[in-house]
């Protein structure tokens, strides 16, 4: 049987990221959106030509209410998410939710204890580890070609910030109130979940936070993290102040290399180098398949009745590594992580 399921917040990501995965045959097959909210009218016009039938609403408890829904996708700036999903668990509603989980590490404990005890499916959009490349890169590791790890080093160059819907707040992730902080909240939240998937959860964290651009922007629009582990350290540079888009990957280990610049990945080690080509891992048309095997993980858990809590602690656990890099930042040197 179909779930039937509602998009909160029909913005840039929502059309551009989650509506194709949700209207792909894979995942339409399993779900169909029966209903949007959207405080924005101009959103909410959108509507019909997505998806036809669909009720709309401004109001998200209405939406809610009347029409019952069996999920939700919540695709909404971090800091309307704990009052949408405290709605939903009240109602015993499952619930996709874009990242990062809030806009500040204050009441996660809280908000995660809400969600778990309404036995819940909740997945966050931690979609990267849905793409090829991440998940190239984490067979590489775990197949021991590299031997011990050393040194990784995540690079994301960007010119400025993403802008939001129009019709409602362009500027809202540079307003630390609703994004939760500036590139650090906005991309490096990717790499803490990252990180997770790769190594596990980091004994140190050293992070600088600075704005060297964009001295209109009230947060930081450039962010250096070094993860520190037992006996490795992942770095991770992220920069709204570049002259021009790229991303790339460096690792290094005790029995080789592995190199991503941004189209093809290299594993170098004695015996000899391999190429396997990527895509683009910034091509945000990519992002579709993401969302696909994202959505798909999710039904998945609702259809086997899986209630298990490990993406909502990997969701906690980001919010920890952006609480304790603002720290380390403001203090000059590395927190411990605990």
């Not at 509507?47 to 109001?59: I, K, R, S, T």
């Not at 409602?168 to 590139?183: E, F, K, L, M």
């Given at each position: 049987?179909?779930?039937?399921?509602?998009?909160?917040?029909?913005?840039?990501?929502?059309?551009?990221?989650?509506?194709?995965?949700?209207?792909?045959?894979?995942?339409?097959?399993?779900?169909?959106?029966?209903?949007?909210?959207?405080?924005?009218?101009?959103?909410?016009r959108k509507?019909?030509?997505?998806?036809?039938?669909?009720?709309?609403?401004?109001?998200i408890g209405?939406?809610?209410?009347?029409?019952?829904?069996?999920?939700?996708?919540?695709?909404?700036?971090?800091?309307?998410?704990?009052?949408?999903?405290?709605?939903?668990?009240?109602?015993?509603?499952?619930?996709?939710?874009?990242?990062?989980?809030?806009?500040?590490?204050?009441?996660?404990?809280?908000?995660?204890?809400?969600?778990?005890?309404?036995?819940?499916?909740?997945?966050?959009?931690?979609?990267?580890?849905?793409?090829?490349?991440?998940?190239?890169?984490?067979?590489?590791?775990?197949?021991?070609?590299?031997?011990?790890?050393?040194?990784?080093?995540?690079n994301v160059?960007?010119?400025?910030?993403?802008?939001?819907?129009?019709?409602?707040?362009?500027?809202?992730?540079?307003?630390?109130?609703?994004?939760?902080?500036?590139?650090?909240?906005?991309?490096?939240?990717?790499?803490?979940?990252?990180?997770?998937?790769?190594?596990?959860?980091?004994?140190?964290?050293?992070?600088?936070?600075?704005?060297?651009?964009?001295?209109?922007?009230?947060?930081?629009?450039?962010?250096?993290?070094?993860?520190?582990?037992?006996?490795?350290?992942?770095?991770?540079?992220?920069?709204?102040?570049?002259?021009?888009?790229?991303?790339?990957?460096?690792?290094?280990?005790?029995?080789?290399?592995?190199?991503?610049?941004?189209?093809?990945?290299?594993?170098?080690?004695?015996?000899?180098?391999?190429?396997?080509?990527?895509?683009?891992?910034?091509?945000?048309?990519?992002?579709?398949?993401?969302?696909?095997?994202?959505?798909?993980?999710?039904?998945?858990?609702?259809?086997?009745?899986?209630?298990?809590?490990?993406?909502?602690?990997?969701?906690?656990?980001?919010?920890?590594?952006?609480?304790?890099?603002?720290?380390?930042?403001?203090?000059?040197?590395?927190?411990?992580?605990?």
């Open positions: 049987m179909s779930l039937r399921g509602a998009i909160i917040g029909l913005g840039n990501i929502a059309v551009r990221g989650h509506v194709p995965a949700l209207l792909s045959p894979s995942v339409a097959r399993r779900a169909s959106v029966i209903a949007v909210a959207d405080v924005v009218e101009e959103n909410r509507v019909p030509g997505l998806f036809p039938g669909a009720a709309v609403y401004a109001d209405q939406l809610l209410d009347a029409e019952k829904p069996g999920f939700v996708d919540i695709c909404t700036p971090p800091h309307t998410h704990r009052g949408i999903l405290e709605l939903c668990a009240a109602r015993g509603i499952h619930a996709v939710c874009e990242k990062p989980l809030m806009e500040s590490y204050a009441a996660v404990e809280e908000l995660a204890g809400v969600i778990s005890r309404a036995g819940i499916v909740f997945v966050p959009c931690h979609q990267y580890k849905y793409s090829p490349l991440w998940k190239g890169i984490r067979d590489v590791l775990k197949s021991g070609r590299l031997g011990r790890v050393t040194l990784a080093q995540f160059y960007r010119m400025q910030a993403d802008t939001g819907t129009a019709g409602w707040n362009p500027a809202w992730r540079i307003n630390r109130q609703q994004s939760g902080g500036g590139i650090l909240a906005d991309t490096g939240a990717h790499y803490f979940y990252l990180a997770q998937y790769f190594f596990g959860l980091p004994e140190k964290i050293f992070t600088l936070l600075r704005t060297l651009k964009h001295d209109d922007y009230t947060v930081e629009d450039t962010a250096l993290v070094t993860l520190e582990y037992s006996r490795h350290l992942m770095q991770v540079n992220l920069t709204w102040a570049a002259g021009q888009r790229a991303n790339s990957v460096a690792i290094a280990g005790t029995g080789g290399n592995l190199l991503y610049d941004g189209s093809r990945m290299t594993v170098s080690t004695p015996e000899g180098t391999a190429e396997i080509p990527m895509p683009d891992v910034s091509d945000k048309n990519q992002y579709i398949s993401w969302y696909e095997a994202l959505f798909t993980e999710f039904f998945d858990r609702i259809e086997a009745g899986n209630r298990s809590t490990d993406l909502l602690d990997e969701a906690r656990h980001v919010m920890k590594m952006l609480h304790l890099s603002s720290v380390s930042s403001g203090q000059g040197s590395a927190v411990v992580y605990r």
